[in-house]
């Protein structure tokens, strides 16, 4: 039982490039959430998904696009990456918004040189 | 505006001591929380939820909607509940789950 896998663990990237995070969920789930984690913020939400074929922006969207052309996929975006986009991300999913459990993925730490 | 405030970035106490990690939040209507855990090199996973009541690794919190919190707890701490803790919040007025900024517990023995 996979769960939430997150492609790739780990990265490195010039400013200006571009990649692509990839979450797969294999729990059936609804809702799909794309978090960053830095040192004294905590999880903040960049973008969320509550079903196939939508999208919507969280708190800290600038600099991201996502889709959800499956259930069980969302993939986040960075088309020209920056230094401040030196994180690392979790992505997560759950059965919906209310009162479920959300299941994480194991993180990918990306360094923006 | 819907918000979770976790006071302390750093909460560091001895075996067998009380432990207490605050959580605040702000929403309009009746609030989901949760408390989340990340120990070292794992993944976050849920530790409890306020719906419910239950106790485990000897955790509790309880929701004050008077005072909008929902505090964790735990009366004598252990080693191995050093770890990263997240409150987070959701409701039926959302469909996004929010974090707080998260509190380390280091327990020492």
């Known amino acids: 039982n996979a769960g939430v896998t997150q492609t790739p663990k780990f990265r490195v990237l010039k400013t200006g490039q571009s990649m692509t995070l990839l979450c797969a969920q294999d729990m059936n789930h609804e809702y799909m959430y794309w978090y960053r984690q830095d040192p004294g913020m905590g999880l903040r939400l960049i973008h969320y998904?509550?079903?196939?074929?939508?999208?919507a922006k969280g708190e800290v969207p600038d600099g991201y696009n996502v889709s959800r052309l499956k259930k069980q996929n969302f993939l986040l975006g960075l088309e020209s990456a920056a230094p401040s986009q030196t994180s690392v991300y979790f992505c997560?999913?759950?059965?919906?918004?209310?009162?479920?459990?959300?299941?994480f993925g194991q993180g990918t730490r990306l360094t923006v040189v | 505006a819907q918000r979770v405030t976790q006071p302390e970035k750093l909460l560091s106490v001895f075996k067998g001591a009380p432990v207490e990690l605050k959580c605040n939040y702000s929403?309009?209507?009746?609030?989901?929380l949760f408390w989340y855990v990340q120990y070292s090199r794992q993944r976050l996973q849920l530790l409890l939820r306020h719906i419910s009541r239950e106790s485990i690794k000897g955790f509790t919190a309880d929701l004050n909607k008077g005072e909008t919190s929902f505090h964790l707890k735990k009366p004598f701490a252990q080693e191995e509940d050093s770890a990263m803790y997240y409150c987070a919040l959701s409701g039926r007025n959302t469909d996004k789950l929010i974090f707080g900024t998260g509190t380390r517990l280091q327990v020492f023995p």
């Open positions: 997560a999913s759950s059965y919906g918004a209310v009162n479920t459990e959300a299941f």
């Open positions: 998904s509550v079903g196939e074929g939508t999208t």
């Open positions: 929403y309009s209507g009746s609030p989901e």
